[in-house]
């Protein structure tokens, strides 16, 4: 197809994808390796090294942590792992 027609209209709104859309796809393993990684796209983790969870923490723990920046996670976690040394759950 010479000439796709945008994805979006004059609003910005997303249009559905048609048939010629998707015959005319590419897969991310077919983009440049450049391409693929300032999009995001990772591999599969080798070894798992964490669990992912779901957990319930006070909005007063979670906006400390947050407001630390990026990596606020690790640090709960690093915050968990010092607490266990001294004490029993």
Same mark, same amino acid.
């Given at each position: 197809? /010479?000439?796709p ?9 997303? &249009? #559905?994808?048609? %048939? ?8 991310? /393993? ?5 391409l ?5 796209? &990772? #591999?599969?983790? %080798?070894?798992?090294?964490?669990e ?6 006070s ?10 920046g990026?990596g606020?996670?690790t ?13 029993q759950?």
């Open positions: 197809m /010479a000439n027609k945008p994805l979006t209209d004059r609003d910005g709104e997303v &249009r #559905g994808l048609d %048939k010629d859309d998707l015959s005319n796809a590419q897969s991310l /393993a077919s983009l440049p390796l450049g693929g990684k300032k999009l995001g796209t &990772r #591999g599969v983790q %080798k070894t798992p090294t964490k992912r969870i779901t957990i319930r923490l909005p007063e723990v979670v906006e400390r942590f947050r407001a630390t990026a606020w996670q640090r709960i976690d690093s915050a968990l792992k010092d607490w266990l040394k001294n004490h759950p």
